[in-house]
């Protein structure tokens, strides 16, 4: 259901960006949107959120004023640009679809995930 892929591709260094996009449906798409990730060992946690308009946004404490989540309705995509790059953001990042049109922050209301995408920050 998700096309999903790393913009920039290649390992990225620490301070570096990358920029990642999600595809889908438009169905799926007319919900709040979520990037998500998971390091090694470590539980799945929301990154970022967006509702259905794009008016409204959340980060993690983690990586705000770093990344920037956007949305563009025309095309059904979705895309997380990330900025100064640390060796933690290490993760595979997932985007999900949620079943509400504003931002939530529970993991248990997104339903629909696509594959992940590997990034890999080195120091």
């Known amino acids: 259901r998700f096309s999903c892929r790393r913009l920039g591709g290649g390992l990225a260094q620490a301070g570096g960006s990358q920029r990642l996009s999600c595809a889908t449906s438009g169905r799926t798409f007319s919900y709040a949107m979520g990037w998500f990730r998971q390091a090694p060992g470590k539980e799945r946690e929301l990154v970022a959120a967006?509702?259905?308009?794009?008016?409204?946004?959340y980060y993690a404490d983690s990586v705000k004023g770093r990344f920037t989540i956007s949305r563009d309705n025309a095309e059904n995509t979705l895309y997380l640009q990330m900025n100064s790059l640390k060796p933690e953001d290490t993760a595979v990042y997932y985007c999900a679809a949620s079943t509400r049109v504003g931002v939530t922050v529970s993991t248990r209301e997104y339903v629909t995930w696509g594959t992940g995408t590997l990034v890999t920050v080195s120091s």
């Open positions: 967006i509702s259905s308009n794009g008016g409204s946004t």
